[in-house]
């Protein structure tokens, strides 16, 4: 089926190690997002992309680095994971970059624990 | 002071029921506005969008936008247990030029328990 998948879905590290979230979608869509979902905070955005090898820092970028070779795939690496990452993170893809033209779709998160 | 600000609740409510869901906002910039519903341990989906003041319905869900107070609202008539889930709003500007990202702001979120 087409959508929007992300793996794995729990995940449990230890401080300082790397970590790899990946994001499949099979839209062709060209905007890609990674948010990540904290109590109190809310949806709050990672980096977005805007197509393949063109990515941007959102609110939060520190500690998180993402690539986009192909236009389906947008992994987001935590490169030494700290327990502030300890999080809920989504993945989202949309047509355009801008609300009105079109919905973001989100895959069903990644439930990352930090010890 | 945040660009958005919602209630999270838990609003619990009996079935049936009549649920107000409301959000502010204080950016001007903002022109269009959505709802997304999120089911635990789900991702979220757009459940309604608009972008003019007034009333918008679909079936037993309407938004509310009333620019001048930056006040927005979701209703949900004759509620369900399967409308329990967490209502997010989001808010952006409206641009028609082409091109270029435009960032959605989201609120934290408001928790709605149905109960039958």
């Known amino acids: 089926d087409a959508g929007i998948t992300q793996s794995p879905r729990y995940k449990i590290t230890e401080t300082g190690r790397q970590v790899t979230l990946m994001c499949h979608q099979t839209?062709?869509?060209?905007?890609m997002f990674w948010y990540r979902q904290d109590l109190g905070h809310g949806l709050r955005l990672i980096y977005y992309?805007?197509?393949?090898?063109?990515?941007d820092k959102g609110e939060v970028p520190d500690g998180y680095v993402v690539s986009r070779s192909k236009t389906e795939n947008f992994p987001l690496t935590l490169e030494s994971a700290t327990r502030s990452q300890t999080s809920v993170y989504f993945c989202?893809?949309?047509?355009?970059?801008?609300?009105?033209?079109?919905?973001?779709?989100f895959g069903e998160g990644s439930r990352l624990t930090v010890l | 002071q945040k660009e958005v600000e919602q209630d999270p609740g838990p609003l619990s409510v009996p079935e049936g029921a009549i649920v107000s869901l409301n959000c502010t906002y204080s950016?001007?910039?903002?022109?269009?506005f959505m709802w997304y519903r999120q089911y635990s341990r789900k991702g979220p989906e757009l459940l309604m969008y608009?972008?003019?003041?007034g009333n918008k319905e679909d079936g037993r869900f309407t938004a509310q936008v009333d620019k001048s107070s930056k006040y927005i609202s979701l209703f949900i008539r004759d509620s369900q247990p399967s409308d329990s889930a967490t209502y997010l709003c989001?808010?952006?500007?409206?641009?028609?030029?082409?091109?270029?990202?435009?960032?959605?702001?989201f609120g934290i979120g408001t928790k709605l328990q149905v109960i039958p």
């Open positions: 989202a893809s949309t047509r355009t970059g801008q609300p009105r033209a079109g919905e973001l779709f």
């Open positions: 839209w062709s869509h060209s905007y």
């Open positions: 992309s805007a197509a393949a090898d063109i990515t």
């Open positions: 950016n001007s910039a903002f022109q269009y």
């Open positions: 608009t972008y003019s003041s």
């Open positions: 989001a808010m952006g500007p409206l641009v028609f030029h082409s091109g270029g990202y435009q960032k959605v702001t």
